[in-house]
């Protein structure tokens, strides 16, 4: 199976800061990642799939770049909406398998 | 408007069997794939399994940990996709979410989440 880890595990910001979350993969998924936003209590949201796509709807903040095996999800200035864990998801191969998570958190 | 809503959870006893529900609207439910992920509390997602449309036979893929105990199914005709768990362990207790694939390319995005039906299995 491919494992998915990322960095940082959790994560405190301030409104308006530039964060970064990476997602590394245990072997080549090409461009086949997907990022998905979670509050507490709710369903994951599809943020951006084949690394950098950006889902209708989702706000432009949100950039996503990468292929292989490291991958990065942006978001260039954090609102208060946007505290909640996120996860990368390959779904390049069977299993479908998804990273731990990243949890970002109010400074 | 897409709507996905599943239904079918509670508390089960290890060994037990539930069923979950997903019933759906707002699209062509026949046109998509559709998987089941799932959330024990307080952890990360799980990918449980898949199922094809009808243009791919309706065949099926299931996470190692679930296969040969859960199966899903689908009723197109109901806009309704299933998923069948048998033996249950203490391990399935979960958050159960119905998915909705978006085909881009060759691969499949998850795009439309139901809000999850709580399993509990325990004695």
């Known amino acids: ?107 | 408007e897409v709507q996905v809503v599943e239904s079918g959870g509670g508390l089960v006893q290890p060994g037990g069997s539930l069923r979950l529900s997903c019933a759906t609207s707002g699209f062509i439910f026949s046109d998509h794939y559709m998987d089941w992920v799932r959330q024990a509390p307080g952890k990360g997602l799980e990918w449980v399994g898949r199922t094809r449309n009808k243009a791919n036979s309706y065949t099926t893929e299931y996470a190692a940990s679930v296969k040969g105990r859960f199966a899903i199914s689908r009723d197109d005709s109901k806009n309704s996709l299933y998923l069948q768990m048998n033996s249950l362990k203490t391990e399935d207790t979960a958050v159960y979410y119905c998915a909705r694939g978006l085909t881009v390319g060759p691969r499949v995005y998850h795009d439309y989440w139901g809000q999850g039906t709580l399993v509990t299995v325990s004695s």
Do not use: H, M
Request: proline letters at 7%.
């Open chain 1, 1 to 107: 199976d491919i494992q998915l880890t990322q960095s940082p595990s959790f994560l405190s910001a301030s409104v308006g800061d530039r964060v970064t979350i990476t997602c590394r993969a245990s072997q080549d998924i090409s461009g086949y990642l997907v990022w998905y936003q979670q509050r507490p209590g709710k369903a994951p949201k599809l943020l951006i799939y084949a690394a950098s796509t950006l889902q209708s709807g989702v706000p432009s903040r949100f950039s996503g770049s990468g292929s292989g095996t490291e991958f990065t999800l942006t978001i260039s200035s954090l609102q208060p909406e946007d505290f909640a864990t996120y996860y990368c998801q390959q779904v390049n191969i069977y299993p479908l398998t998804f990273g731990p998570g990243t949890k970002v958190d109010i400074k």
